[in-house]
């Protein structure tokens, strides 16, 4: 079945680093990627999304690019601040299902002043 | 705004007891979700409520598990008996039909059987 893998965690990063969560899935044909953010003592909220190949989507700096030829989602910000610390989520909607979110493990992201 | 409401936050109790979890969505969406979170297995839909009606309950463990949605303003997810293995948080999360992969989602509530 249609899976999502993430990098363990945590990942710790100083202020202002450069960050980049690896996420690649397994899936038939073309899912609709997704990015969901956990702050801590809250639900998960969409960061940002992409639904066909080579689609860019960003928000609040982060990035993520759908490269179907690596089959790969990578999150990405240039310059990371101490109130990003949350757990990320990687995920994807099958092509034959609008709803079914399939998440990966979630990635805890801590960034030091 | 309020977002999706759940309660209670923790809920403790003894394996052989009925748990009942409730969930409020966001006024105006007319899709349900409930999730359960655990270390091995991650986040795993339950069911999926549209338009209060159960269209995908085939992430529900058991028949220990049931769901119901009488109206479109509250949901009710029940564990009964409960067992130590029902430990988890679960999520309820609310959408619009048309926007089905923006979901929303409440706190959660963290569930302990011992």
């Known amino acids: 079945g249609d899976s999502v893998t993430q990098m363990e965690g945590p990942v710790t990063l100083s202020e202002e680093a450069f960050l980049t969560i690896n996420c690649t899935y397994t899936?038939?044909?073309?899912?609709?990627l997704f990015w969901y953010v956990q702050y801590p003592g809250e639900g998960l909220q969409l960061l940002l999304k992409a639904t066909k190949a080579d689609d860019k989507g960003s928000n609040k700096g982060f990035e993520a690019t759908y490269r179907k030829e690596t089959t790969s989602f990578h999150l990405e910000k240039g310059s990371v601040q101490v109130s990003d610390s949350a757990v990320y989520f990687c995920a994807l909607t099958p092509m034959d299902s609008s709803y079914k979110l399939i998440f990966g493990s979630g990635t805890r992201l801590l960034v030091r002043p | 705004d309020a977002g999706v409401i759940q309660s209670p936050r923790h809920e403790v109790t003894e394996m052989g007891q009925e748990v009942t979890l409730r969930c409020k969505p966001i006024s105006g969406h007319n899709s349900l979700f409930w999730y359960r979170q655990t270390m091995m297995r991650g986040l795993e839909l339950l069911i999926y409520f549209n338009n209060n009606v159960p269209i995908d309950d085939s992430g529900m463990p058991e028949d220990r598990f049931s769901a119901k949605m009488p109206n479109a303003s509250f949901s009710t997810l029940k564990i009964q008996p409960s067992e130590p293995r029902d430990s988890a948080v679960y999520f309820c999360?609310?959408?619009?039909?048309?926007?089905?992969?923006?979901?929303?989602f409440g706190p959660g509530t963290r569930l302990t059987v011992t």
């Open positions: 999360a609310s959408s619009f039909q048309t926007v089905l992969y923006e979901q929303y």
């Open positions: 899936a038939t044909g073309y899912p609709s």
